[in-house]
């Protein structure tokens, strides 16, 4: 069974920093493609930032580019998001998710499994 478990959110003033981390216990993937999603209260889940098995390839939502960084470490089969100069509308919970395949869009279907989420508060 898989389980992602995702950490490191809180409550943060804008212009602050957080870095979530997320460890998938279980199964690994000869190839895999990890990515962060956030939801906010009464909005559908939205796509953050996704990276590839070979870490050089990453992606990033025009919101968050240049604030956000995707990194991973596949000997600890973990990935994190370094959040820097956080705004009030980047409160929300932060989700962690696991593609089997390569991933070309942005949408949710094309990822096979979840974290619990890790919620993000972002005062002004």
């Known amino acids: 069974q898989v389980q992602l478990v995702e950490s490191g959110g809180g409550l943060v003033q804008a212009g602050g920093s957080l870095r979530l981390s997320c460890v998938v216990l279980?199964?690994?993937?000869?190839?895999?493609?990890m990515g962060w999603f956030r939801q906010a209260p009464g909005k559908e889940r939205t796509f953050v930032a996704r990276i590839g098995w070979s870490a050089g390839s990453t992606y990033y939502a025009g919101s968050v580019k240049g604030r956000f960084t995707i990194s991973r470490d596949n000997a600890k089969n973990s990935v994190y998001l370094q959040m820097n100069s956080l705004k009030p509308e980047d409160t929300a919970v932060y989700y962690c998710?696991?593609?089997?395949?390569?991933?070309?869009?942005?949408?949710?279907?094309?990822?096979?499994?979840w974290g619990q989420g890790t919620q993000v508060t972002v005062s002004s």
């Open positions: 998710a696991v593609a089997k395949g390569v991933v070309r869009t942005t949408t949710i279907f094309e990822y096979d499994y």
């Open positions: 279980g199964r690994t993937f000869s190839t895999y493609t």
